[in-house]
Structure formats: structure tokens, C-alpha cells
């Protein structure tokens, strides 16, 4: 049987400690380029800095997977499925769970395609990104609408106060 000297057991119960008493905000999670404060509540401003992000690394990542670039195209999809899971938070703390269901979806796809172009398949990483989009065309017919810069907002009345 091993023992663990009382020195050992009060360093890492100070260490246990330690951890478990830490307050704070803790860090928002990896890729959704938002601050710690604004992971309590998202607002559409925060959607739609997620949404300038995605639409053009879509776009790249389609270019990308053309070109059999498999290497970046894997890059790219992963940070999508990032960005869909600040999505997918953006729409439940807004009470839409057709929303929360394709931005899950989305992110699904994303990380499905990630992991094909990691492996090389370019193939079924395009299906996975084209599976992507219509998740995004069901959430954009139900929720968004064109703005006048050609971009898209969120259509009035969706998000209640």
C-alpha cells in the first residue's frame, strides 16, 4: 500500500482548495471573440459580431476546399463550430429553440467537415459545409432578414426585452 506523506496530502489539498475557491469571471469560452462580460448575456450586438465572422470564413472555407486545401479547410470548420456554439447560446438565452437547434446543427456540420479535411477527404467535407448552410438558410428564413448594406439583422420582434 502507498502512502502519501502529510506534507504531500496538504500541498494538494491547498492546491484542491485553491481552485475550488476561486470567484470571479472565468475566461469565455475559446473562439467566440467576446468578452467575459458579455458571455452573461449576449446581445444581438454579439451575434452579429459572430455572424461577420462566419460568413466570410464560410465563403473561404468553400474556396478552400475547392483548391483541396484540406489543411486550412480543417482550420476554418473548426472555427465555425466555434462560433455556431456562440450562436447556440445567443438563441437559447433568447428563448428560441428552433434557433438553438440549427445553430447545434451548424456547429455539428462545422466540426463533421473539421475533422474530414483533417483526414483529407475534401469530398465529405464539402457536404458537411453544404449541410452547414442549410442550417443557416433555415435559421436566416426564420429569424434574419437583409439590411441595407447587403448584410443581414436580426428582423424585428424576435428578441423580446
Known amino acids: 500500500m502507498r502512502y502519501v506523506s502529510v506534507a504531500t496530502a496538504t500541498l494538494i489539498f491547498g492546491v484542491l482548495a485553491g481552485c475550488s475557491a476561486r470567484t470571479g469571471p472565468t475566461a469565455p469560452p475559446s473562439g467566440t471573440g467576446m ?41 476554418q470548420a473548426q472555427q465555425l463550430a466555434e462560433w455556431f456554439g456562440g450562436v447556440e447560446k445567443f438563441w437559447a438565452q433568447h428563448n428560441r429553440a428552433d434557433a438553438v437547434k440549427w445553430a447545434g446543427q451548424a456547429r455539428t456540420y462545422a466540426s ?43 428582423k424585428p420582434g424576435v428578441i423580446t426585452p
Not at 483526414?119 to 439590411?147: F, I, L, P, S, V
Open 35 to 75: 468578452s467575459a462580460p458579455a458571455q452573461a448575456r449576449l446581445t444581438p450586438q454579439n451575434l452579429e459580431e459572430l455572424m461577420e465572422k462566419i460568413g466570410p470564413t464560410y465563403k473561404s472555407l468553400l474556396q478552400r476546399l475547392e483548391a483541396n486545401d484540406t489543411a486550412e479547410s480543417a482550420k
Open 112 to 154: 463533421e467537415a473539421a475533422g474530414a479535411a483533417a483526414t483529407g477527404n475534401g469530398e465529405k467535407a464539402e457536404a458537411a459545409a453544404n449541410n452547414m448552410a442549410g442550417a443557416c438558410k433555415q435559421c436566416h428564413g426564420n429569424y434574419r432578414e437583409e439590411d441595407d448594406a447587403g448584410g443581414y439583422r436580426i
